[in-house]
């Protein structure tokens, strides 16, 4: 049970992340995605801001820590272009056309069930059904 604590909290606190920085509302997101029209750069800032903090410390804790705290078993995972497949291709591509219709992705809508925001729910049941038609598949 102690395991889960903080993953919760990391949860929680990237949740509140997203509120205070608007990501959590989708007209921002949308506008993010409106390059020919009237373009709203601040998505932009909210990734440069994580990467900023995010990245640095990944690559000293990958160098200092043999393995993820809550993931000893796998370690930390590798990318190759060997797992670049039709199946990321067109998941990355459903996940796009998805992102620019509505304007949520999955972080985001979760935090907005919070606000108790009828769309986001919307978005969650249906998000949640593609993954148990995938897994089922």
């Known amino acids: 049970m102690k395991n889960?604590?903080?993953?919760v909290f990391v949860g929680i606190l990237f949740g509140i992340g997203l509120t205070i920085s608007g990501?959590?509302?989708p007209s921002k997101v949308i506008g993010f995605l409106n390059i020919f029209g009237k373009w709203d750069p601040s998505?932009?800032?909210?990734m440069g801001g994580a990467i900023l903090i995010s990245l640095p410390t990944f690559?000293?804790?990958?160098?200092?820590?043999?393995?993820?705290?809550?993931?000893?078993?796998?370690?930390?995972q590798k990318i190759s272009f060997k797992s670049i497949d039709s199946s990321l291709i067109i998941g990355s591509g459903l996940f796009g056309i998805g992102w620019g219709m509505v304007g949520f992705c999955p972080g985001p809508s979760i935090a907005s069930l919070s606000m108790l925001n009828e769309n986001a729910l919307i978005f969650f049941v249906a998000m949640s059904l593609g993954m148990v038609i995938k897994k089922i598949i």
């Open 59 to 76: 690559l000293l804790l990958q160098k200092k820590i043999p393995y993820p705290f809550f993931n000893k078993e796998e370690g930390f």
């Open 43 to 46: 998505l932009i800032f909210v």
């Open 23 to 25: 990501m959590t509302n």
């Open 4 to 7: 889960i604590a903080i993953p």
